[in-house]
């Protein structure tokens, strides 16, 4: 009977052991010499869209209900001016109220023209790279 110690798992390892060795084989160049891009989880791009994006919700919040708060607020504070008239009778609080409508609706426009403008380009621009990235990634 003959016994056959154990054969120790190693792993090959590309750095040398020993100062003496001398160095592995070179790496081979990449088919593309363009140098390699971040993954696009760690791109700055991400953050510049959350950045237009949030001040295009900022921009038409605030549009809205600015105005709305500003009519609150004369309607608690200076029921003088709400009560007074403007023209042929028509309070001038019913006319604020009346322009509470085509205020949303230019806080709606000022929404779409930024989202147009800023936050559409970004958010091609990242699709674009996010599919440039999954093609190379599925020829890897």
Known sequence: MSYDPPQPSYSYSPQPTYPWQPPGPPEPPRPDH???REP?????DLRVLR????RQRRTAALTALGYFTLFLVLSAC??????STVADGIPAGLLLALLQLP?????IVLYEHT?????DPL???IRRHAELDARR????
């Open 115 to 119: 989202a147009r403008r800023y936050v």
């Open 78 to 83: 200076a029921p003088g001016v709400m009560t």
């Open 137 to 140: 990634g599925a020829t890897r």
């Open 40 to 44: 696009l989880g760690h791109h700055s």
């Open 34 to 36: 363009r140098p390699p």
């Open 51 to 54: 950045g237009a994006y949030r």
């Open 123 to 125: 958010a091609d621009r």
């Open 103 to 107: 205020v949303t609706w230019l806080a």
